[in-house]
T-cell receptor, first 110, second 113 residues
Framework: TQLLEQSPQFLSIQEGENLTVYCNSS?????LQWYRQEPGEGPVLLVT?????EVKKLKRLTFQFGDARKDSSLHITAAQPGDTGLYLC??????????FGAGTTVTVRA | NAGVTQTPKFQVLKTGQSMTLQCAQD?????MSWYRQDPGMGLRLIHY???????DQGEVPNGYNVSRSTTEDFPLRLLSAAPSQTSVYFC????????????FGPGTRLTVL
């Protein structure tokens, strides 16, 4: 079983629509990261959140860390085809080992 | 900076063969790690290193060995390849294990027949 559960597994939306991806766990994390991965490439870090309740914005992407530091969400406003990819969350419990979720595959149709 | 480089890009092995996946970084990062990525399972940590001469096991270490003789290099050895080791392997590095933000290499796609 995965330490971090991501939902949904797949998401297909029309350009201009909004979407939210969730990352949940029963464990507490010292920090949580979001990565985006495109086919044939390695994941690329988008953001790190470290404080419970923290909200970070990266252009049209909004990341939130849960108050209890067990969960996180990624919201994309007015999605574009360039947002297509596999979104991965990763939690750090401070033990040198990142735990990754299985990922959410997002497809934005033009 | 080249960042994190991995070789080879693709590899096909027969069951029982051994090989080494190469990983190098030129960012003077202290932390390096190896992951495997399988469909529907995300990235799973194989081994990691917090500095030259220091390595430790991750979530799925069986069948793999690592060493870290320099800050730059972190090779992954498959001792006797098995079909269950068919996967995409990613090497990653981080400036600090305290805030473990990973820079990933492009990956090696390994098939074991």
């Amino acid at each position: 079983t995965q330490l971090l559960e991501q939902s949904p597994q797949f998401l297909s939306i029309q350009e201009g629509e909004n979407l939210t991806v969730y990352c949940n766990s029963s464990s507490v994390f010292s920090s949580l990261q979001w990565y985006r991965q495109e086919p044939g490439e390695g994941p690329v870090l988008l953001v790190t959140v470290v404080t419970g309740g923290e909200v970070k914005k990266l252009k049209r992407l909004t990341f939130q860390f849960g108050d209890a530091r067990k969960d996180s969400s990624l919201h994309i406003t007015a999605a574009q085809p360039g947002d297509t990819g596999l979104y991965l969350c990763a939690g750090d419990r401070g033990d040198y080992k990142l735990s990754f979720g299985a990922g959410t595959t997002v497809t934005v149709r033009a | 900076n080249a960042g994190v480089t991995q070789t080879p890009k693709f590899q096909v092995l027969k069951t029982g063969q051994s090989m080494t996946l190469q990983c190098a970084q030129d960012m003077n990062h202290e932390y390096m790690s190896w992951y495997r990525q399988d469909p529907g399972m995300g990235l799973r940590l194989i081994h990691y290193s917090v500095g030259a001469g220091i390595t430790d096991q991750g979530e799925v270490p069986n069948g793999y060995n690592v060493s870290r003789s320099t800050t730059e290099d972190f090779p992954l050895r498959l001792l006797s390849a098995a079909p269950s080791q068919t996967s995409v392997y990613f090497c990653a590095s981080s400036y600090s294990s305290a805030i473990n933000e990973q820079f990933f290499g492009p990956g090696t796609r390994l098939t074991v027949l």
